[in-house]
């Protein structure tokens, strides 16, 4: 297969981890004989320090013109740190969603076996957790009308749903929960807002649709608790914009980080992927970002396009490296110094080489003794 990606980097950390995204597939594309082209463009703060603008012209018509988007991340702090500033970076990717059409944000989250001791959470409480969140990705409060009153003193944002918009990403919450354990969660806050009374009730009615399907509902502060106290309860969480943001970041620590933590956002004509991690400032050139988010994006990539056996390939790599304990400082156990680019190396050397038990890569790269 031939697939042209538009490689947008971002800010911060975002090209270190993208770099080693990029080299799994590469490894990917040799072993199964694809073609791979990527096509580099800005985004964030570069691309307004570049052209003043966080998303330029020619970055969305690049994204428009190829297969699909290997996404960084971005953000820099003279901006976070500036909340008048008239253009931030946020606002290129809000765009970016909003021009390709993204209506679904799908993020996984899993409980290692091999990394259960690195979760602030209880080992009982997460073993099995294997949950699909589905994010609605293109309406609700972020992309509702916004006002904010001439003395600056009383400001609003509107939260708009339409019955289509919620349909839309339904329908694939559904579909994902027939592939998996047949439970879907509707997480909304009904019992007060207008807008969850909508998609409870369109919800309700398309799971006629869906008999083999177990549908519940649990109010959005229930469900932040619930993913706390008993995460494994859970199968496929449907949501809005703004739930979807906060429940997939603090479902983040079950697997102990962040930077696990991978996602695809779709839409009817376009896919995106990109690690749901920020850019991180005060790691970018350290080499302790961990690129794993990135590289589980690119499987999920792979996923989108069918080609399974490629992604399980990365799966397997990431798994080998986890087990092996090939991880950057936020997950390593053994206060060894590894790099984001040592373990991407891992994780291509596994790719090209998946019936070894990689046992002598990591010695002999990792300055470990070696096993003869």
């Known amino acids: 297969m031939k697939l042209n990606i538009a490689l947008l980097p971002g800010d911060g950390i975002g090209p270190e981890v993208t770099a080693e995204s990029v080299k799994a597939l590469k490894a990917i594309a040799t ?18 320090d570049e052209t003043g603008s966080p998303l330029p012209e020619k970055t969305l018509e690049l994204c428009k013109n190829t297969d699909a988007v290997l996404f960084g991340a971005i953000g820099d702090p003279k901006y976070d740190n500036d909340p008048e500033a008239p253009v931030r970076p946020e606002q290129g990717l809000l765009k970016l969603r909003k021009s390709l059409g993204l209506f679904a944000n799908i993020r996984p989250v899993k409980a290692y076996d091999s990394l259960l001791d690195a979760s602030p959470l209880k ?59 047949n439970k879907l969660t509707l997480v909304d806050k009904a019992n007060v807002l207008e807008s969850s009374r909508l998609w409870r009730k369109v919800v309700t009615e398309m799971g006629s649709q869906y008999p083999d399907v177990e549908l519940d509902f649990l109010f959005v502060d229930n469900a932040a608790m619930q993913l706390i106290l008993n995460p494994g309860q859970f199968d496929v969480i449907l949501t809005e914009n703004m739930f979807g943001d906060i429940i997939s970041d603090e479902a983040s620590v079950i697997g102990g980080s962040i930077g696990l933590l991978a996602s695809a956002s ?18 970018k050139g350290k080499g302790i970002a961990n690129p794993i988010a990135s590289i589980l994006s690119a499987a999920m ?72």
């Open 301 to 372: 990539m792979l996923d989108h396009f069918n080609l399974t056996e490629e992604a399980q390939r990365i799966r397997d790599a990431v798994d080998k490296s986890l087990e092996l304990d090939i991880t950057t400082p936020d997950l390593n156990k053994n206060g060894n110094r590894i790099s984001t680019r040592q373990v991407g190396d891992f994780i291509e050397d596994f790719i090209t080489n998946p019936d070894e038990t990689n046992l002598n890569y990591a010695n002999i790269h990792l300055g470990q003794s070696t096993i003869i």
């Open 266 to 283: 779709v839409g009817e004509q376009f896919a995106l992927f990109e690690p749901i991690h920020g850019s991180f400032p005060q790691g």
């Open 123 to 181: 080992e009982e409480k997460i073993a099995g957790t294997d949950i699909s969140i589905y994010r609605e990705l293109t309406g609700g409060i972020y992309f509702g009308e916004k006002q904010l009153s001439e003395d600056g003193n009383y400001a609003s944002d509107l939260c708009a749903y339409s019955r289509e918009e919620i349909e839309r990403i339904a329908h694939l919450a559904f579909k994902a929960a027939r592939q998996r354990d």
């Open 31 to 48: 072993e199964f004989e694809h073609t791979f082209i990527f096509e580099s463009a800005p985004v964030g703060a570069v691309a307004i």
